[in-house]
């Protein structure tokens, strides 16, 4: 915490005014950044703006700390605590950082350009042109993963951005109010309060656990006539939750989950979307009915139209239709001088912010060395390792797992203590001080007057 203050000190004292940094130099080579996430802020933040001119595009104007979205879904947390402006974020840079709100539509790796389009909803009188780039760096992300089921978009909610964490908050409390409502029938009140979770990756388990916490502490408190009508129910299409957590891990969340009441339905696969049920195949291959209030969607990812109409341009290079293939150099393969890091990239890795940020991270690295290089300098590029520091998750009830490297071995962990270990290690992640400041303080404001269940 010592250094977090000495840092925060750094962040309000180091600031610098845009007009103090220095303007783009006509002599430098420009590097055009996609992407406002994690892959993209960590490249921000350690490129040398002495070296290169910097460019964003990105239809947010922030950076936006995903792991903390489950829990703005139900008030823990704030949704501002866990954004970044990118004007903040480059605001320490020695030279100015263009930052454009604004869509990219298409990029033409032949004439090294990209189309822009403001995505505002009051546009100026220009909103669509091109910008010429030397390096591109595409962090654009992923798309939610609908597998082309009609519905999804319509009637469930996703939790990937603000929007999504903002919908979900508002929609579970015109639930828990409607089945409120004067003489409502009972099925019908048990089908509002009936919340349904589709994905058991850590985005799934950690909203359900969200839930289950928001239903226990606060909504049980607030609304004692329904109390003992809410149920979350968890559907998964593989045995098991979390693939990716050892053994031990997954049946501890399995239990963990069984005591709080969260029914965890696995090998059972959504067939149907409709706006008050989901028709599912069960594990006995039997097609059941599953009415909803609420129906999150967070089954995975799949590449985002631009991505997509990329790789069509240069499909003799392009040939997965999961992500955007680049090499040990993050160098997208068949557009020279374009990069790709995160989760745009199909890549080895799972699609983490660990792997971003360690992507963003190297990539710096790289441009540094080829500046040195031109310069004449003795540099080599070496190829992208990725170093992984483990995997958390936030179960519920106070209790989280984690899954870390450790001395060539692997521990496994849950329970109190791991949970008192995650939110140090996302905090202490959090990019800035301010974030964390925000943070620790709607911590401490629900813990003492509970979640807001205003809607
Ligand atoms: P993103 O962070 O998604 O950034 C993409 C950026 O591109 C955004 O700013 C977007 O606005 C912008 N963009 C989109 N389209 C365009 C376009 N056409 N032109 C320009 N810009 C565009 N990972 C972990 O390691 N640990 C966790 O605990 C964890 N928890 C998570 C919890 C949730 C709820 C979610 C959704 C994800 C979580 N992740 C976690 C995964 C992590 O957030 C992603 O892997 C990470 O965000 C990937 O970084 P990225 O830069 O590739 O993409
Ligand atoms: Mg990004
Ligand atoms: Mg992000
Ligand atoms: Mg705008
Ligand atoms: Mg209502």
Not at 162 to 187: H, N, Y
Request: net charge neutral; with cysteine; glycine share 6%.
């Amino acid at each position: 915490t010592v250094g977090a203050i000495g840092y925060g000190a750094y962040e309000i004292y180091g600031k610098r005014h845009p007009l103090e940094q220095k303007p783009f130099d006509p002599k430098k080579r420009t590097v055009v950044v996609l992407g406002s996430g994690w892959g993209a802020v960590s490249f921000l933040k350690s490129i040398n703006t002495d070296d290169y001119n910097v460019m964003v595009v990105s239809p947010r104007n922030y950076f936006l700390f995903t792991p903390l979205l489950p829990s703005c879904t139900v008030g823990t947390i704030e949704l501002r605590s866990i954004m970044e402006p990118i004007r903040f974020i480059t605001q320490h840079k020695s030279r100015n950082v263009k930052f454009y709100e604004s869509e990219c539509t298409d990029i033409d790796p032949e004439s090294k350009t990209i189309s822009i389009t403001d995505v505002s909803d009051i546009k100026g009188s220009v909103s669509n042109t091109t910008v010429p780039y030397d390096y591109l760096v595409m962090a654009i992300g992923a798309d939610n993963q609908t597998f082309g089921m009609a519905g999804v978009r319509e009637f469930a909610c996703f939790l990937k951005e603000i929007w999504d964490a903002q919908k979900i908050r508002t929609r579970l409390m015109d639930c828990v109010e409607s089945a409120g409502f004067a003489k409502q029938a009972p099925e019908e009140v048990d089908r509002l309060l009936h919340m349904v979770v589709v994905g058991g990756g850590p985005t799934g388990v950690e909203y359900a656990a969200e839930l289950h916490d928001f239903l226990k502490d606060d909504l049980e408190v607030w609304y004692p006539e329904l109390a003992d009508k809410f149920r979350i129910t968890l559907v998964e299409a593989l045995p098991n939750v979390l693939p990716m957590f050892s053994s031990q891990l997954i049946q501890y969340t399995e239990s963990t989950f069984k005591q709080n009441k969260i029914e965890v339905l696995t090998k059972t696969m959504v067939k149907e979307v409709a706006d008050k049920e989901i028709k599912v195949m069960d594990a006995n291959k039997n097609l059941v009915s599953i009415p909803y209030g609420l129906l999150v969607w967070a089954t995975g990812n799949c590449p985002r139209p631009l991505a997509r109409k990329l790789m069509a341009r240069i499909k003799e290079a392009q040939t997965s239709p999961r992500g955007i293939l680049v090499d040990d150099y993050m160098r997208v393969a068949g557009a020279p001088d374009v990069y790709a890091i995160g989760d745009c990239t199909f890549s080895k890795y799972a699609p983490t912010a660990q792997v971003a940020t360690q992507q963003g991270l190297y990539l710096a690295s790289v441009f540094e060395n080829l500046a040195r290089m031109e310069e004449g300098q003795n540099k080599k590029i070496t190829p992208f390792e990725y170093s992984h520091q483990g995997s958390l998750a936030y179960i519920g009830s106070d209790k989280a797992i984690a899954d870390l490297p450790f001395l060539n071995g692997n521990v496994s962990v849950g329970g109190v203590a791991t949970y008192v270990f995650w939110r140090s290690v996302y905090i202490s992640n959090m990019f800035s001080f301010r974030n964390r400041f925000l943070v620790v303080g709607d911590w401490m404001k629900s813990k003492v007057f509970g979640r807001d269940v205003s809607r």
